[in-house]
C-alpha cells in the first residue's frame, strides 16, 4: 500500500537537544498530521495541519504543512527522555466523509540522559 | 469519558484458522476504521465502518472482512490466517460529521504460528 517518505528512521540524541524530523508524498493531502506511539499502544495525535503553509505549535513540538502540500515536518525542542517513541507522520487527502490516512514508516527517536 | 477499545490484546493462532478482532469506538464518535501495522511499519488501512456498512477499503484480500453494529462497535475477521498477518491491528474512531479527529485504540497483537 501507500506510504508517506518519512525521514530519518530513527535518532539517537542528547537529553536537552532539538530533533528535527520530515515526511514527503508524491501526492497531494489537504490534512498532514503527526502521531506518536510508545511500545504496546496505539498512536497518539500531537498536531494536525490543516492549511499548506500552516505552523502550528503543541508545547515543545513544532509542526508544519508544506506550501506544496507534499511535505510536513516536525520539529520537537529542547527534548526530554519522555520523548521517546516512534514518531510517524499521516496524510489525509479531499474527499467525503474521513478519507483514510496514510502513514510514514516512523521515526524512531530515543534520548540519551 | 472511554476512548477507543479494542479486544483481546493478545492472541496466538494457527495458519488456517480464522480470528475476529472487537473495537468500541470512542464515546459519540460513530465511524471505525481498521488498520493493519506490520512491525517496523507504519498502519495500513484495512477499511471504514459508516452507519453500519463498510465505505472504504484499503488494498485487502476478501479473507478480510468486518462488520458494524448499531451501537457503532465494530468487528474485524480473518480468515484462512496466513503467517503475514501476524500484526498489531489498529482501530480508530472518528466522527463522520466533524473529520479529522482520529483516535486510535491500543489494538490487538495478533501473532499466527
Known amino acids: 500500500g501507500q506510504q508517506l517518505n518519512q525521514s530519518p528512521q530513527s535518532m539517537f540524541i542528547q537529553e536537552g537537544e532539538d530533533v528535527s524530523m520530515n515526511c514527503t508524498s508524491s501526492?497531494?493531502?489537504?490534512?498532514w498530521l503527526w502521531y506518536k506511539q510508545e511500545p504496546g499502544e496505539g498512536p497518539v495525535l500531537l498536531i494536525a495541519?490543516?492549511?499548506?503553509?500552516e505552523l502550528t505549535s503543541n508545547g515543545r513540538l513544532t509542526a508544519q504543512f508544506g506550501i506544496t502540500r507534499k511535505d510536513s515536518f516536525l520539529n520537537i525542542s529542547a527534548s526530554i527522555p519522555s520523548d521517546v517513541g516512534i514518531y510517524f507522520c499521516a496524510g489525509q487527502q479531499a474527499g467525503s466523509g474521513n478519507t483514510p490516512l496514510v502513514f510514514g514508516k516512523g521515526t524512531r527517536l530515543s534520548v540519551i540522559a | 469519558d472511554a476512548g477507543v477499545t479494542q479486544s483481546p490484546t493478545h492472541l496466538i493462532k494457527t495458519r488456517g484458522q480464522q480470528v475476529t478482532l472487537r473495537c468500541s469506538p470512542k464515546?459519540?464518535?460513530?465511524?471505525v476504521s481498521w488498520y493493519q501495522q506490520a512491525l517496523g511499519q507504519g498502519p495500513q488501512f484495512i477499511f471504514q465502518?459508516?452507519?453500519?456498512?463498510?465505505?472504504q477499503r484499503g488494498n485487502f484480500p476478501d479473507r478480510f472482512s468486518g462488520h458494524q453494529f448499531p451501537n457503532y462497535s465494530s468487528e474485524l475477521n480473518v480468515n484462512a490466517l496466513l503467517l503475514g498477518d501476524s500484526a498489531l491491528y489498529l482501530c480508530?474512531?472518528?466522527?463522520?460529521?466533524?473529520?479529522?479527529?482520529?483516535?486510535f485504540g491500543e489494538g490487538s497483537w495478533l501473532t499466527v504460528v
Open positions: 480508530a474512531s472518528s466522527s463522520g460529521h466533524s473529520g479529522n479527529t482520529i483516535y
Open positions: 495541519l490543516y492549511k499548506a503553509g
Open positions: 501526492s497531494i493531502f489537504n490534512t
Open positions: 465502518y459508516y452507519e453500519e456498512e463498510e465505505r
Open positions: 464515546s459519540g464518535h460513530d465511524t
